[in-house]
């Protein structure tokens, strides 16, 4: 592949330079459209690879037995995962295809850096609802739900990887972030008081065991009672 970005290059200069264009202006052109094509070549890499995934892999999960890989497919984590092979071709070679226009490649590469990053953070999150809906299809999930630890687990990835594509735009690293939060942790635990308050709120309520899917509560002061479906962190969700 990258010898054939250098022969595109090449060609397009020659032709270039035949027509009376300067020896500057054919490369930056020759360049920029080998960075045209690299680009159209990435997408259709990801149209072949997700239409691959649509009629052979699909098919097979619906009529397989295992309702595990229905439920990846519910999540979308296939077309998630057909997202990384553009990015994969672009980040390899877009510096053979803007070889002369190496700032950038730089800013060019950050910007896939965070693309990768929310990807991953994507299928990660379509793999954990996975995990949760084929947990919940248990009968025991009634009494044990970990819909509540799945949605922690997920706020952790989402804040880490905000951390990582925050760094990455401001060119610092990890724990320099980190320590910069600190000094500002106060301002945000009293701006954001009650959905922290909230938050914990929930934890005690999952962790202690005080509620089970299926208990009957009642709230006179809300004028509400039911049977509990749901448990969230922030939210309880009730049938009348």
């Known amino acids: 592949m990258i010898r ?4 595109t290059v090449d060609y397009f200069n020659e032709l270039l330079l035949n027509v009376g264009l300067s020896e500057y ?6 360049q920029f459209t080998a960075f045209i094509l690299l680009l159209i070549f990435s997408f259709l890499a990801y149209y072949i690879t997700w239409k691959l995934i649509r009629k052979l892999l699909l ?40 070889a002369i226009f190496p700032d950038y490649v730089n800013i060019f590469n950050s910007v896939l850096e965070v693309f990768f990053v929310i990807i991953s953070i994507l299928i990660v ?6 995990l949760n809906d084929f947990y919940d299809r248990y009968d025991f999930a009634k009494d044990h739900p ?17 951390l990582i594509i ?3 735009l401001i060119n610092k690293d990890l724990s320099t972030i980190v320590i910069g939060m600190g000094t500002v942790s106060a301002v945000l635990m009293l701006i954001f008081k009650d959905p922290i308050l909230g938050f914990v709120g929930g934890l005690q309520l999952i962790f ?10 009642s709230m006179p002061k809300s004028g509400a009672d039911g049977i509990v479906l749901e448990i969230n962190l922030t939210t309880v969700k009730v049938q009348n």
């Open 4 to 7: 054939l970005i250098k022969t």
């Open 25 to 30: 202006w054919s490369n930056h052109i020759s």
């Open 59 to 98: 098919p097979v999960f619906h009529k397989s037995k295992n309702q595990f890989d229905d439920l990846l497919v519910k999540h979308q984590f296939f077309r998630k995962i057909a997202y990384l092979v553009p990015a994969i071709i672009l980040y390899n070679l877009s510096d053979e295809s803007l």
């Open 125 to 130: 999150d379509s793999l954990l609802s996975t």
């Open 146 to 162: 970990i819909k509540a630890l799945v949605q922690i687990i997920k706020i952790i990835i989402y804040v880490i990887g905000g």
């Open 166 to 168: 925050l760094g990455n």
């Open 208 to 217: 202690n065991k005080m509620l089970s899917i299926g208990d009957w509560i």
